[in-house]
């Protein structure tokens, strides 16, 4: 019998049973018991906080299972022999709706108009998402998911990835070497980047510095993808909308929260109720490919 641990058990009702497997629940917030025969760990959301202080407790462990896409952080802090899953996939509708109203909301003066509440304030002639150029930097599952949703409302959307490619989406997905070509003719930029050394303050003030005034950045990424200090020198010129922060939380009275033209939301992009029952499909699938002995899904070179 393979034991798996959960973190809810309202996923492992969700999962429901799995032939050859048992579940034991560890939520995280304290140093788990009863887990010496644990191999397959469906972390914690989010994961870091209660790995750094208890992934020692599970000696058989051999997958650890995240519940998010990124995975920034993680590998350093599993034993050695122990894989890495993400949960690519899981958050893709979701994380891309949030950039979509994100999206919307600062193009049409929504936080504009909830800051001016009480006051006819009106702002006509603002940029519709229809027929905006909007770029897309990371184009992967979530960033293609990002494109389905901007191209509905009839957005010119372009793709950029490591390497440039052919998609059946966009006609063709563009590469890193094309950015400079590409950023001064945007309305919007989406950044959908996984953060690495490499994309560590990639948006910073060179990349800034060649979008036009007015340009939107969104980003549903990670927040050091974007430094913090360039954001501040370009708002007011740009305008941004920021799920994610560095620092984060971030902070009452940092200066981002008065910045003009920055609207921010406290990193909600995957905790909705989509989470729930694509997470649980995830999690089925992959222990029952543990406890049959095939290859796994998502695992993290």
Request: with cysteine.
């Amino acid at each position: 019998m393979t034991v798996v641990c959960l973190p809810t058990a309202r996923l492992r009702d969700a999962v429901g049973e799995v032939p050859g497997v048992s579940f034991v629940l560890w939520d995280g917030s304290r140093a788990p018991e009863q887990v010496d025969e644990v191999e397959l760990l469906v972390t914690p959301y989010p994961a870091g906080p209660a790995l750094r202080a208890h992934i020692a407790a599970f000696p058989r462990l051999r997958v650890a299972q995240l519940q998010a896409a990124g995975y920034d952080g993680i590998p350093e802090l599993l034993p050695e022999g122990v894989a890495l899953a993400n949960a690519a996939g899981v958050h893709d509708d979701a994380t891309s709706e949030l950039a979509l109203g994100l999206t919307i909301a600062s193009l049409r003066g929504i936080d504009d108009a909830v800051r001016d509440h009480g006051n006819w304030q009106q702002a006509l002639w603002r940029r519709s998402l229809a027929d905006s150029r909007v770029l897309i930097l990371g184009y992967g599952s979530i960033g293609r998911s990002v494109a389905e949703r901007m191209l509905a409302c009839k957005a010119h959307v372009t793709g950029v990835a490591s390497r440039p490619r052919g998609d059946d989406l966009l006609g063709e997905v563009r590469g890193p070497g094309d950015l400079d070509g590409l950023l001064p003719h945007q309305d919007v930029v989406v950044v959908v980047l996984p953060l690495s050394d490499a994309t560590h303050h990639y948006v910073g003030d060179d990349f800034l510095g060649q979008l036009t005034d007015g340009t939107l950045v969104v980003n549903v990424a990670r927040g050091p993808v974007l430094d913090t200090d360039a954001v501040l020198r370009h708002a007011g010129r740009l305008r941004f909308a920021l799920d994610v922060t560095d620092p984060e939380p971030l902070p009452d009275g940092h200066p981002l929260w008065s910045a003009p033209g920055v609207l921010i939301t406290p990193h909600i992009a995957g905790g909705t109720t989509a989470m729930l029952p694509r997470m649980a499909a995830l999690v089925r699938d992959q222990v029952s490919r543990y406890a049959a002995g095939r290859p796994l899904r998502n695992l993290i070179p």
